[in-house]
């Protein structure tokens, strides 16, 4: 049988190692990862292989040549342009005319292919995957298999809502000639998203092998110096070059090892490696060929590649170093440290944490070496939060990594493409927005600057001058000593993971378009926004019958933006208005937003004078907190029974769309009133883009605000209010009358800490034990019961996992909501 060894792959995410070499080429043990992979199909009898290729092509060729230094036949199939993993296989094709297996080359493993063979042989498939269980399934394509084994639906790359099962798909496959009529010649084509799916469709059965024994990706280089560690340990059984010279040390030919030097294994030394006295090397440390370690050297946990030299007294923990790298005297190297190839780093010199050094470059002597990688220096996993890039002014949010994070996202777009920009009152916002700005100029792209103004406004312009994206810049919610940077796509919604994720690629390997001095961006101030705002808000309502009404408004202002926007609303709709904290302010004041004095204060105001509503806007312009005209604050949930009631029973043939985890009784006065629900996911920009693609009358955010989608597809006050006004002149109600009709609503949340490497784990439990239910998995795993619900979701920024529960009385959700989090529990024992 004949195998298929896939060693196209760049490693963006391991640069800038990668920068110099294919990712295959990568060095486990001082041997290349691919190596390894022919070794294992060596064992099971696989010694016709055909290897794919593409980037850095001649290195892979130059060294593994026709294969017959390893024993085996090795031929290659070259992709001009990149293929995809079933593209570069189809590529192959003219070798391959009978059963053939399909492994990467860029993984670590030592599972039994003849295991999986066997697998293949006995099901009688037309292809079998071998499929593996792991801690973290949310990098990896995950599949869903029956009892039988066959596979029932794959999942490419999914968000924690939808990662219902631990089992994923490692790239091991055998496959039958026939997959080939499912790829067509020349195109970019994927097995798991592509092929696969097609054979189901056309009743072709795949089968799923749950393999025992190792499987690493290594993508990333945290799983690098893993792999490493797994190597060292025994966990994985691979071959290690040089002799065993005591129960956890390997010594290479030809090396030199001073007797007052001190190694704690495990430790791997290669060929021709000098270690002087009183080098201290620590466990899990890895040296290749001809490395000099010099006296008082310190090196643990770290991996040093070929020709690489460590001067006295240098430090290094927790790092990788690739080919000639010269570290000289004295010098600091910190955790997560990576020295490209050829990297030079003078006397005395620190680098710290999480600094990456690309090849060729020099670091001066004495030069302290910083890198504000803000996902790292907190642990978290992403860049991207719920609501973008989250850290403290000028700690974690610096100038700098504001212009390099612009630079990313300026490079993701097109050279020329405009992106509008704005920002909220504090000084700290101020400053960051023009290290946006100059990040975006400098990539080669047009600013749009509206300065200060709300989310909302933002949004709107972005959607309606055809920018081809957005900037905010603001002052954290509750937090006012942190910013965020908020990113919108061309429709002004939230940006997409997708987005987001090539954002961080580019960034992790500053990868940056840098503009010739005449394609550098301008910067534009846009006449008129607020007016065109505020003139399509005014068609969107009937403005004519809401100033018949006479309405009369208490608002707070919050201090924010929206009181720049607000009063040209309020006069084209003639609402006369109370005003509270009217005017834009600075960081301090801002900081009494959350004062829940305030509440009581309007509360007063509305009963008072009179006035048919109430809203305390948030400074963003995004929210609002709702006062009916009888001086009562309605709860979050409060208010969206209220306006879906109002929407539902004003609109004939309503359509609204609802998160997942939203009170059952809103889907109950909706359907009463004739209107058809959609559910949603919890994200904002899942929600945002089912108001903006469906047709939706009415989204009720997860934020607590409202998706007016015939006017913005976000989350906007000031058109929640503008609506507002005119569904209570369409219903001739008061809003105290449709809060008096509301049902009492018990909606119980908890909150389980669970470690990421098990929610995987999680999650195929609670989808196993209901399988007696109605379960909906929109987002999450949401267990329908008699009168009452469960949804249970994975936290995608923090090790948590939410659990809702509504039941018919408090006790009742109490007691179904303990009892999802003791299931949870359960699992993790």
Known sequence: MKAVIMAGGEGTRLRPLTNTQPKPMMPLANRPMMEHIVGLLTEHGLDDIVVTVAYLANQIRTYFGDGSEYGVRIRYATEETPLGTAGSVRNASAELDDTFMVISGDVLTDIDLTEVLKSHRDSGADATIALKRVDNPLEFGIVITREDGSIERFLEKPGWGQVFSDTINTGIYVLEPRVFDFIPEGEVVDFSGDVFPAMLDQGLSIHGHVADGYWEDVGTLEAYLSAHADVLDGTVKVDIAGFRISE???????????????????VVIGDNCIVEADAHLREYTVLGTDVVVKHDAFVERSVIHDHGYLAS??????????????VRQGVHVEEGVVLGDETFVGDGAVLNPGVKIFPFKSVDAGAVVTASIVWESH????????RGVRGLANVDITPEVAVRLAGAYGTALKKGSVVTVSRDTSRAARSLKRAVIAGLNMAGIRVEDLELAPVPLTRFHVRSERAQGGITVRLAPGDPNSVEIRFF?????????????????????????RAFAGDIGDIVFPPRAFEYYTAALEDSVDAAAIRSRGFKVVLDYSFGASSIVMPNVLAKIGAEVLAVNPYASTAPALATVADETRGPFLEDLVRTSRSDLGLVLDPDGETARIVDDTGRTLSPTQATLAVVSLVTSTVPGAKIALPVSTTAHARRIAEDNGAEVVWTKLAMSAVAEIADRSSIDLAVAPDGGFIWADFLPASDATATLAKLLGLLVAGDRRLSEIVATLPDVHVVREEVPTPWERKGAVMRAMIERTKDREVLLIDGVKVMHDESWALVLPDPEEPLTHVWAEGTSESEAVQLAQEYARRIRQTMR
């Open 489 to 513: 796509d061309a429709a002004g919604r939230d940006m997409p993971d997708a987005a987001q994720r090539k954002i961080e690629r580019l960034l992790s390997r500053e990868d940056y378009r």
């Open 313 to 326: 007294s240098v430090r290094m923990r927790g790092c990788v170093a690739g080919r000639s790298v010269d």
């Open 248 to 266: 956890n040390v390997w010594m290479g030919e030809g090396s030199d090892i001073d007797p007052r030097a001190r190694v704690d294994g495990p």
């Open 379 to 386: 642990g978290a996993r992403t860049l991207f939060g719920a």
